[in-house]
C-alpha cells in the first residue's frame, strides 16, 4: 500500500512534459492491473494531470475523477473504509503539491540515482548478511562436522587428512617421478640428483669383523640388583648389573607403600630407601677397593706400568700441574710458565723411568 | 581398495632392471596398461594400484627398530613405517618397549585408548586381545604398551617376558600378525636387552653426525653379538643442502662409516614436528610430505628385504621453462 501512495505522489510531480509511456512504464513498475493503466494514459491524453490518493487500488473503477484546466490537482478520494485516514492523506499530497518545482524536479532527478544506489546497497547487504546467516547457521547445526570439533568429540586438525592417500606405490605417484636418465628424481616438486650406492658384501663383511672385535658382549643372562651374590653357575661376563638408582631398581615392589608408612629404620629424617643406597653404594666401594689391594699384592708392579703407561704418565702430569698451583698458590713468584716448564720437563724423566 | 584389486596384481617379485643400477626404477612397478600405451617408452609416473610389495622372510617378522642414541626418531619410525606396513595391506602390531618413557601412544594419537598393558596380561588381569589397542584409520595396525607411564614394573619383565608376548601373539585365533615392530628404547641397558630379544632382524636409526654415529656403531656391534644378522639402517634427519655445503655428512659417508645396507633416507622435515604434536602420522598426510614418501618407501624396502641402490645427495635445481622470465 505504501509503494502505491509514493507512486501515486511522484506521477503528480510529473510535468507535462511527460510521455504516457512513461507513465504507463510507472504504472506498471506499480504492478498494478491493466484496468488502472489504462484508465492512467487516457487521462493524460486529455492534457490533464491527476493526482489520485487511493486507499485502494482495486476500487479505481468506482471512483470518479476531476481535472481542472488550471494544472491544479484536485484530489478526489472516495475511500469506502478509513475515513479517519482521508484527511492526513489530504494534507500530505497538498504539502506536495505546494512545493516548488524546479526543487522538486531536481529531488527527483536525486532520489533516482539515489534510489537506484540505496537498492544496491540493500542488495549487497542482503547477500552478505544472507551468506553470513548461512555460514553461521552451518556451524551451529547441531551433530555436524563442526559442531563435534566444537564440543571436543573430534579433532578439528584431522579433518580432511583422513582419507586415504589416492595411490600406493610409493616409488611411482604423481609426488615421484624418476628421471628418464634415472640419474635423477623429482620428489615433492624437488629434483634431487642420485647417487649410486657403492657398499659392497665385502665392505659389509669387513665392518661386521671390526665390530667383532670391538664389541665383545655376551648377552646378560642374570641381572642382579647391587648387593646381590652372584651364583656360582652362572658365568660373571652375562651379569648386568642393575644399579640401585636405576628407574627398574628403584621401581622394584620390594619397598611397597605399607613399608613405606611402617618404616622403622627411618632416622632423623632420611628415607630408608636413600640410607639402603647408600650403604650398598659404601658396601661396594669398600669391595671394590679390597679387590684393587688385593689385586696390587697380585700384579708385578714393573709389568702393570707397561699397560698402564699413558694413564700413569697423565695422572703423574696432573700431580705436577696440582702441586705447581698449589705452588703458585702458596709463592705467588711461580708463574705458570715455570709449571709448565716443570712438567714438560718431568715429563721425559717420568717417561725414561716407566722405559723398561 | 586395495584388496578389491588384488586379482591385478602382478605375482612376481620385482627385478632389477640389469641396465639400471638405481634403485628407483628396479621398483618400477609393471602396471597392465604401460606396454600397451607405449610399449618403448617407460611410463615414468602412473597411478598405480595394481601391485602391492612382495613380502619376504617368514612371517612374523619381527623386527626391532633401535638407535642407541636418543632422540634420533626411533619411535617416529616406528609409528610412520607401521602405518605405512598397514596401508599396504600388512597386519602390524607395534610393541612399545620404551617402558620408562613410552611415546609410541602418542605419536599415533592412540593415548587416550591405552587402558591395559602387556604388565596387566602378566598379572592376570585381562586378556592379550584387550591389552592390543587397534587403530581406527588402519584396522589392521594395533599397538601393545608395556607399561603405563608412573606404574611400578617389576624386575621380571625382561626377555622372557617380550618372548612370551610375541609368542602369544603368533599364536592368536586370528592368526599371526606379518610384522611385529619393536619400538626400543634408548641406550644400551636393561631395556634395549630386552627390546631385541625377540627380534630375528634390527632397523638401525641414525642421523649423519658423529654421536649417533658411535652410539650406532656400539649398538650395531651388539646386535652382532647377540645373533641379530639383519641388520640395515635408516638416516633421518637428512639435509641435503647442508651435504652439499659439506656441513653435513653424506648418507654415503655415513654408509662406508657403518657397512651397513641401507633401508631409507628421511629427510628433514618440519611436518614430523606437526605430525608428532597432532598424533597423526606423517604418511597418512594429504599432501604426502617428503619425509612421508620417504617412510613409505622405506616401508616398502622392509617388507621386500631389499635395501636403497641410490640416494638422493642433493636438489638440482629445476630446468626453466621459456617463459620463466616473465616468471612461468
Known sequence: MASLWTLQLHAASLPRC????????????GGFCSGFRKWNRNKFVDGKFVLRALSDPWNVDEEHKRIDDQNE???????????????????????????PPVIFLKKKHFSISFAAGLCAVAMLLIVVLRSYLARKSRNSRPGSVADLVRRGQLRSDRRGISTPLKYEDPFNNPMVKVGKSNSTVEMCGKLYRLAPVTLTKEQQAIHQKRRSHAYQWKRPKVFLKEGDSVPSDVDPDTVRWIPANHPFATTASDIDEDLAQHNVYQKHGVPFRIQAEHEALQRKLESLQNEQKLGKLVIDHGAAKDFERPFKSHLKSEDQVEQSSSNSQMSPKHTNSDSAQNSYLNRPASDEMQKP | MMISLQPLTNPKPST????????FPSHRPKTLKTPLLKPFFPIQSVLQYNRKPQLAGETPRVVVITSG????????TTANVGLSLAR?????????????????????????????????????????????????????????CISKPRSKLPLGFGGKALIWVVEALKDRQEGPPDFILIDCPAGIDA??????????????????DITSLRDADRVTGLLECDGIRDIKMIVNRVRTDMIKGEDMMSVLDVQEMLGLALLGVIPEDSEVIRSTNRGYPLVLNKP????????????WRLVEQDSMQAVMVEEEPKKRGWFSFFGG
Open chain 1, 18 to 29: 511527460y510521455s504516457s509511456t512513461h507513465l504507463e512504464f510507472r504504472a506498471e513498475v
Open chain 1, 73 to 99: 490537482v484536485i484530489i478526489k478520494a472516495n475511500v469506502a473504509r478509513g475515513v479517519k485516514s482521508q484527511n492526513p492523506l489530504i494534507k500530505l499530497q497538498h504539502t506536495v503539491a505546494s512545493l
Open chain 2, 16 to 23: 632389477l632392471n640389469p641396465h639400471n643400477p638405481f634403485y
Open chain 2, 69 to 76: 642414541k636418543g632422540g634420533v626418531g626411533k619411535t617416529t
Open chain 2, 88 to 144: 599396504l595391506g600388512f597386519s602390524v602390531v607395534a610393541i612399545d618397549a620404551d617402558v620408562g618413557l613410552r611415546n609410541l601412544d602418542l605419536l599415533l594419537g592412540l593415548e587416550n585408548r591405552v587402558n591395559y598393558t602387556v604388565v596387566e596380561v602378566l598379572n592376570g588381569d585381562c586378556r592379550l586381545d584387550q591389552a592390543l589397542v587397534r587403530d581406527k584409520r588402519w584396522s589392521n595396525f594395533e599397538l601393545l
Open chain 2, 191 to 208: 631395556g634395549f636387552i630386552t627390546a631385541i630379544t625377540p627380534a630375528n632382524e634390527a632397523v638401525l636409526v641414525t642421523t649423519p
Open chain 2, 288 to 299: 604426502p610430505t617428503l619425509a612421508g614418501l620417504a617412510f613409505e618407501q622405506a616401508a
